[in-house]
């Protein structure tokens, strides 16, 4: 017999007992989007362990090793039934000898448990860890392998949960309710079996006495799967308030509404801590259930059994050995309430990294199929392609275009026009709907990524920096580059001035996405790590539309100096990038409505173009 | 996040220990009556797991033995000890309730109490605190970090509750027979001790996975967010490794704390078996000398049993005060941190809506005490008149419209509204005078009406509207609104009410997504919407497109507008809105005057705004040069 609620330390007694540092020691981590999809549990786990298969590592010696030091718990009962009718109750007086030989007994079966328990927790916990961070890493690495537009349809957040508590939640059940789950059945399973050997009778009255808890151990698990589910909702909301309060903290102050912003933060906060509130209650109350049926079965195992020793079925030895052994059996009762639960969670926890790591990249790399770019100069040929977002209406129709090499082209046109979906179409950020985009002849999706990647670059407008120094963030575009190369690029494009006044100059820390630098900076910075990837064909989506002018200017000088020789399509609203390109592009409503240099454009009367420029003339003369 | 890390050396484990019992000490001072509530139900709790044990002993005693030795039940006696276990049940259910419910709504209170603080705090800190501090960090600070700090609340009572019970276990004891007291004596400082040592153990470990899970979550977070960079690079390799190579950290410290778990749980399991089997041992002897009978050994080989796993809620409180004191640290930085910037009491005389006067004097500021970006800046914004501030990247323009919205405080200098000190004003002085419309558009993750009106006394849907329409953005709030009737059930997280004319359309994260040329619009109605009598423009329509933008200029050039205006712009046609222009460099006033003068007078200023036309006039050259070549 072994201390009764043991294992509740982690799960029965949850709430006192902060296990293990739960989701929301993930900082910011939102439990995962949306309810479970309807699909059995049991095929999540055949999924899981399919992509998992190291988990099946030993799996058969952890459980026989979780089976042995379960089985420890019985001895002790057994042994205080064959103290006290052998040994304590023994004709004659109480017989030392045999109590010690039944304790030294005893004590060997708990010593081998013990080191059972010991060795099934070393393995589990080590193979558990190992496949999980195997997981872990294999999921980070397919989000990023998803297409943007499937990345941009869950919320950041949640992909990072993906990688971070989802992944917990699947490590606390396998390494707790799963095989807690297991290890119940068999103590239910061994347990009744010591009872039943010493009395049939009083086994029937343990059930009896536990049947109205079973019955009513799955309407308890829906109630707290419930109230569990509205804690982890309300806990979303109020990460995404607190969220909102620190980000959007210059305008709370400017616009005086920290009152209003206060407001909306102590409702969310609130319904959080009712939430939490009532699904303690509700679990109290079924682990409380537990606590009536144990004291029921104690109570009746009394009656009975007394009735049965006067009977003389029973000794007072078995009858005692009963009053522990109903708290063995106890446990898994209470457990299953609260386990299968968490086992809900982890199931849906993994059913989402599944769900990301099953995912097909739309936008996939042709890998050993593929084929390079062949070298040299990059030609651009559009062949009628269509575009349109899920559930959008097309964003490109029939585009069909020609750039040679080596040309200068401007995209442009009004906004939402779909420059930048054409931006994202050339350099395979997403496939067309129909039609196909060709790269010196070669059609786009049979490119090796190693290849498009290394000869292809976009610089998107919002240039992400990653928070460490400028010279990390350029030589992001090659790793290979020193700080002399560094230093020569950026001389190149006419930025060496500006990173020498730079109180650290190379060495200055950007921030957090670059914060610790103006706008237009981080565009700079953006520009010089495209630049020094050295690619032959360069994909600038306004790139610089927080730049002055005069350094604008300078850098398109510079750029196309730079660039001579290789392929450039500009996509900007400053039309000044126009006038410099060798062709304009216009884009309008998904169509290409006029091409050609830009003197000719302007002089064609009534024209798109001709508006978009009259008003950049009216805005900058 | 990496500088929050918990580091918790042997070195000064005392301290944590000291300084953890101070962090349940104050919690037990801002929640007494709740955590007698919960303490009481413990100790009920407690006292009924003695007395179960004795009475479970009485039972086999004086119920159990007799009737089987004597071959007849004594109804009674049997009723009275089924009624006793039963009774002691009901009531045990009693103690839990009080002791679980009570700890959880301690718990719970204290999280909410010290979030809603926390959160007070960040909307009371000035902006230049918030720039110090990574969203990440502050983020945890009003989750994860309130959290860890009450984590060792859940198991206080349950565990003060079982001391006392310890007291009393050994206190019966020593009523029954004094020599198995010694078992229990040799027993109970065992389990506690190795408790300790458990936690010691472990706290260092869980604190180091701790970090590592910190780590990895901020890796994760800032690979996703810079995806697209990534991919257009080709670098998900390079990121998957360098994120792979912390997650292997994680995993080898997760293991190491399943290793120490893996010794200590079993150990702590078989421990009082042990003690039970002592006590057969030792009770066979005395019961043999007469000294105690067979009711008194199951008494106490049940008491041994019990008690096991509530000593162990004193291991829990223990091991979870490191990492509750560095939460508690990291959250009394948020409490503790200093340099408020309180508004003053003083209002202005708003003379009916008319324009207001900006004065920057001598205005020296730099960002967290380091070199100034801005030197003795002086410039004025006349009551009614626009004046255009000009200057390179990076010149400091951004400063000083956060200056002029009170954002952050000058270092030097004062910044006047109407001739009073911007430090004097009172919040809803200052917030109904000035509107600052920033470079990069914040949106709320609210509706349109909300986005915009913030919820500002006076701002109704009329106003709403008139604001939507003076920033051009009325136009695709309508879509919006009719997107969202069109798709009806299908898209119905886009709207809450059906979005019948677009304003209760929820845009931000998880509403409709809004391009940046939308977001800057909708930005500038929430600005407009205040009716301001001084509004400032940071490059507030970079983002929108030219004909738009001319829209927009000309709008705010009509006579909708009551307000002086303070904008940041390159193009021509928004410096010819302004009645004068300050042109910076490097952080001081170069120049101020009339486009046409600086244009005359300041090189700077000229290579600046004239750059197209330059690079035009100089295309035009080079064509003309090529074509006299070429046919050379």
């Known amino acids: 017999m072994r201390a009764p609620q043991r294992e509740l330390g982690c799960w029965g007694e949850r709430e006192e007992r902060a296990c293990e540092p739960r989701s929301a020691s993930w900082g910011a981590a939102v439990s995962g989007t949306g309810e479970a999809r309807p699909e059995s549990t049991w095929r999540t786990l055949r999924r899981g362990l399919a992509l998992s298969p190291e988990l099946r590592t030993g799996l058969a010696g952890t459980l026989g090793l979780a089976v042995v030091s379960m089985a420890g718990r019985v001895a002790v009962p057994v042994a205080i039934q064959q103290a006290v009718d052998r040994g304590l109750r023994a004709p004659g007086g109480p017989d030392l000898d045999t109590v010690v030989t039944i304790v030294l007994a005893t004590c060997g079966v708990l010593a081998v448990t013990t080191v059972c328990g010991y060795l099934m927790m070393r393995r589990l916990f080590t193979v558990s860890e190992t496949a999980l961070a195997g997981v872990r890493t294999r999921t980070f690495r397919h989000v990023h392998d998803l297409s943007m537009l499937h990345q941009q349809e869950e919320r950041r957040g949640a992909l990072v949960s993906r990688v971070t508590s989802d992944v917990d939640a699947i490590t606390q059940f396998l390494q707790w309710g799963g095989v807690i789950l297991l290890v119940s059945i068999g103590q239910l399973t061994v347990t009744t079996v010591v009872m039943a050997a010493y009395s049939w009778q009083l086994t029937l009255v343990v059930y009896a006495a536990f049947l109205p808890l079973a019955l009513a151990v799955r309407a308890f698990q829906r109630r707290l799967a419930?109230?569990?589910?509205?804690?982890?909702?309300?806990?979303?909301?109020?990460?995404?308030?607190?969220?909102?309060?620190?980000?959007?903290?210059?305008?709370?102050?400017?616009?005086?509404?920290?009152?209003?912003?206060?407001?909306?933060?102590?409702?969310?906060?609130?319904?959080?801590?009712?939430?939490?509130?009532?699904?303690?209650?509700?679990?109290?109350?079924?682990?409380?259930?537990?606590?009536?049926?144990?004291?029921?079965?104690?109570?009746?195992?009394?009656?009975?059994?007394?009735?049965?020793?006067?009977?003389?079925?029973?000794?007072?030895?078995?009858?005692?050995?009963?009053?522990?052994?109903?708290?063995?059996?106890?446990?898994?009762?209470?457990?299953?309430?609260?386990?299968?639960?968490?086992?809900?969670?982890?199931?849906?926890?993994?059913?989402?990294?599944?769900?990301?790591?099953?995912?097909?990249?739309?936008?996939?790399?042709?890998?050993?199929?593929?084929?390079?770019?062949?070298?040299?100069?990059?030609?651009?040929?559009?062949?009628?392609?269509?575009?349109?977002?899920?559930?959008?209406?097309?964003?490109?129709?029939?585009?069909?275009?020609?750039?040679?090499?080596?040309?200068?082209?401007a995209v442009v046109g009004e906004t939402g026009g779909g420059k930048t979906t054409f931006a994202k179409l050339l350099?395979?950020?997403?496939?067309?709907?129909?039609?196909?985009?060709?790269?010196?002849?070669?059609?786009?999706?049979?490119?090796?990524?190693?290849?498009?990647?290394?000869?292809?670059?976009?610089?998107?407008?919002?240039?992400?920096?990653?928070?460490?120094?400028?010279?990390?963030?350029?030589?992001?575009?090659?790793?290979?580059?020193?700080?002399?190369?560094?230093?020569?690029?950026?001389?190149?494009?006419?930025?060496?001035?500006?990173?020498?006044?730079?109180?650290?100059?190379?060495?200055?820390?950007?921030?957090?996405?670059?914060?610790?630098?103006?706008?237009?900076?981080?565009?700079?910075?953006?520009?010089?790590?495209?630049?020094?990837?050295?690619?032959?064909?360069?994909?600038?989506?306004?790139?610089?539309?927080?730049?002055?002018?005069?350094?604008?200017?300078?850098?398109?000088?510079?750029?196309?100096?730079?660039?001579?020789?290789?392929?450039?399509?500009?996509?900007?609203?400053?039309?000044?990038?126009?006038?410099?390109?060798?062709?304009?592009?216009?884009?309008?409503?998904?169509?290409?409505?006029?091409?050609?240099?830009?003197?000719?454009?302007?002089?064609?009367?009534?024209?798109?173009?001709?508006?978009?420029?009259?008003?950049?003339?009216?805005?900058?003369? | 996040m990496a500088d929050d890390g918990v580091e918790v050396g042997p070195t000064h484990r005392r301290g944590v220990l000291g300084r953890g019992l101070g962090v349940l000490w104050r919690a037990v001072r801002d929640e007494p009556r709740i955590f007698t509530v919960a303490v009481a139900g413990s100790c009920l709790f407690g006292m009924l797991t003695i007395g179960t044990a004795y009475v479970v002993g009485a039972v086999t005693g004086r119920v159990v033995i007799p009737s089987v030795e004597r071959g007849q039940a004594a109804p009674a006696a049997l009723a009275a000890g089924a009624a006793a276990l039963l009774a002691l049940s009901v009531l045990r259910v009693g103690g839990i309730f009080a002791r679980r419910?009570?700890?959880?709504?301690?718990?719970?209170?204290?999280?909410?109490?010290?979030?809603?603080?926390?959160?007070?705090?960040?909307?009371?800190?000035?902006?230049?605190?918030?720039?110090?501090?990574?969203?990440?960090?502050?983020?945890?600070?009003?989750?994860?970090?309130?959290?860890?700090?009450?984590?060792?609340?859940?198991?206080?009572?349950?565990?003060?509750?079982?001391?006392?019970?310890?007291?009393?276990?050994?206190?019966?004891?020593?009523?029954?027979?004094?020599?198995?007291?010694?078992?229990?004596?040799?027993?109970?400082?065992?389990?506690?001790?190795?408790?300790?040592?458990y936690s010691r153990r472990m706290a260092p470990r869980q604190a180091r996975a701790q970090q590592l899970r910190a780590e990895v979550s901020a890796i994760a977070h800032e690979s996703f967010d810079g995806a697209l960079v990534v991919k257009t690079m080709g670098r998900e390799a390079a990121e998957t490794?360098?994120?792979?190579?912390?997650?292997?950290?994680?995993?080898?410290?997760?293991?190491?704390?399943?290793?120490?778990?893996?010794?200590?749980?079993?150990?702590?399991?078989?421990?009082?078996?042990?003690?039970?089997?002592?006590?057969?041992?030792?009770?066979?002897?005395?019961?043999?000398?007469?000294?105690?009978?067979?009711?008194?050994?199951?008494?106490?080989?049940?008491?041994?049993?019990?008690?096991?796993?509530?000593?162990?809620?004193?291991?829990?409180?223990?091991?979870?005060?490191?990492?509750?004191?560095?939460?508690?640290?990291?959250?009394e930085r948020v409490l503790t941190a200093t340099g408020e910037m309180p508004y003053g009491t003083s209002t202005l005389d708003d003379h009916g809506g008319a324009p207001a006067a900006l004065r920057m004097d001598g205005v020296t500021f730099g960002y967290d005490g380091g070199d100034p970006v801005l030197h003795g800046v002086t410039f004025e914004v006349p009551a009614g008149r626009t004046v255009a501030l000009v200057g390179p990247t990076g010149s400091g323009k951004s400063t000083i419209a956060s200056l002029a919205a009170r954002l952050v405080d000058p270092v030097a200098g004062t910044v006047r509204l109407d001739g009073q000190d911007v430090r004097e004003?009172?919040?809803?002085?200052?917030?109904?005078t000035v509107a600052l419309v920033p470079q990069i558009a914040f949106v709320f993750d609210d509706t349109v009406r909300g986005n915009v009106a913030l919820g500002r006394a006076g701002v109704d849907d009329d106003a709403v509207w008139q604001a939507l329409r003076l920033a051009q953005a009325d136009g695709f709030t309508s879509r919006l609104g009719s997107m969202a009737r069109d798709c009806g059930a299908r898209c119905a997280h886009s709207s809450r009410q059906g979005g019948a004319d677009g304003l209760d359309t929820v845009v931000g994260e998880r509403g409709t997504s809004l391009s940046g040329g939308q977001r800057q619009r909708l930005a500038l109605a929430r600005a407009l919407a205040g009716q301001p009598r001084l509004l400032v423009l940071d490059d507030a329509t970079s983002a929108v497109d030219p004909r738009v933008e001319a829209a927009i200029l000309a709008a705010l050039r009509g006579s909708q507008t009551r307000a002086s205006i303070l904008v940041i712009a390159y193009r021509r046609a928004t410096i010819a809105l302004a009645d004068e222009v300050v042109y910076l460099e490097h952080g001081r006033v170069v120049a101020r005057g009339g486009h046409q003068a600086l244009l005359a007078t300041v090189p700077g200023y000229a290579n600046l705004v004239t750059a197209y036309e330059k690079a035009e006039a100089e295309r035009e050259r080079e064509k003309a040069y090529d074509e006299v070549e070429v046919p050379g």
């Open chain 1, 226 to 409: 419930a109230a569990y589910g509205a804690v982890r909702k309300l806990v979303g909301a109020m990460l995404a308030a607190i969220g909102e309060s620190v980000v959007g903290a210059g305008v709370i102050r400017a616009y005086g509404v920290a009152h209003r912003t206060a407001a909306r933060l102590d409702e969310a906060i609130d319904a959080y801590r009712s939430a939490q509130t009532r699904a303690m209650r509700a679990a109290v109350t079924s682990f409380s259930a537990g606590e009536l049926a144990a004291g029921l079965a104690m109570a009746s195992v009394v009656v009975v059994g007394v009735l049965l020793g006067v009977d003389g079925q029973l000794t007072v030895g078995q009858v005692t050995a009963f009053l522990f052994l109903v708290t063995l059996f106890i446990q898994p009762v209470q457990i299953a309430t609260e386990v299968l639960n968490e086992a809900q969670n982890a199931i849906a926890g993994w059913r989402r990294v599944l769900d990301i790591l099953e995912v097909d990249p739309d936008v996939a790399d042709p890998g050993a199929n593929g084929v390079d770019l062949p070298p040299g100069p990059v030609d651009v040929r559009f062949e009628h392609v269509w575009f349109a977002y899920p559930a959008g209406p097309p964003v490109l129709r029939d585009v069909d275009l020609d750039i040679p090499a080596k040309t200068r082209v």
């Open chain 1, 427 to 621: 350099s395979r950020l997403m496939d067309p709907g129909e039609g196909r985009v060709l790269l010196s002849g070669v059609p786009l999706d049979q490119v090796r990524f190693a290849s498009l990647r290394r000869r292809v670059v976009l610089v998107p407008q919002d240039g992400f920096l990653f928070d460490t120094t400028i010279a990390e963030n350029i030589r992001f575009g090659r790793p290979s580059l020193d700080d002399d190369g560094l230093m020569l690029a950026l001389a190149e494009l006419g930025l060496a001035e500006w990173v020498e006044a730079l109180p650290r100059g190379l060495a200055t820390p950007v921030g957090e996405r670059g914060e610790a630098l103006s706008v237009g900076e981080r565009q700079l910075v953006a520009l010089a790590r495209a630049y020094v990837a050295d690619p032959d064909l360069l994909v600038l989506d306004e790139a610089t539309s927080a730049v002055d002018p005069a350094t604008e200017v300078r850098l398109a000088r510079t750029l196309d100096a730079v660039t001579r020789g290789r392929t450039t399509v500009a996509i900007a609203h400053r039309l000044a990038t126009a006038q410099a390109a060798d062709e304009v592009v216009v884009v309008d409503e998904g169509r290409i409505v006029q091409r050609g240099p830009h003197e000719q454009l302007v002089r064609e009367p009534d024209s798109v173009y001709g508006r978009l420029y009259a008003a950049w003339l009216e805005q900058t003369r």
């Open chain 2, 101 to 197: 419910l009570g700890a959880g709504i301690m718990q719970y209170r204290l999280q909410a109490r010290y979030r809603r603080r926390v959160t007070r705090k960040y909307l009371d800190l000035p902006v230049a605190w918030h720039q110090r501090n990574s969203t990440g960090t502050l983020l945890s600070n009003a989750n994860a970090d309130v959290e860890a700090a009450w984590y060792p609340i859940a198991p206080l009572p349950f565990a003060v509750g079982t001391l006392v019970m310890l007291v009393a276990a050994v206190g019966s004891l020593f009523a029954v027979d004094w020599v198995l007291a010694l078992v229990g004596c040799a027993i109970f400082p065992a389990l506690f001790s190795l408790n300790v040592a």
């Open chain 2, 241 to 331: 490794a360098r994120f792979g190579e912390r997650a292997g950290q994680l995993r080898d410290a997760l293991i190491q704390v399943g290793r120490v778990r893996g010794a200590f749980d079993p150990v702590l399991e078989t421990l009082p078996s042990l003690g039970t089997l002592a006590v057969l041992v030792v009770g066979a002897v005395r019961l043999r000398q007469g000294a105690i009978d067979i009711a008194d050994v199951v008494s106490v080989a049940f008491l041994f049993t019990v008690l096991a796993f509530p000593v162990r809620a004193i291991g829990w409180v223990l091991s979870e005060l490191p990492r509750s004191v560095a939460g508690w640290d990291r959250v």
């Open chain 2, 425 to 432: 004003l009172s919040a809803p002085a200052l917030a109904g």
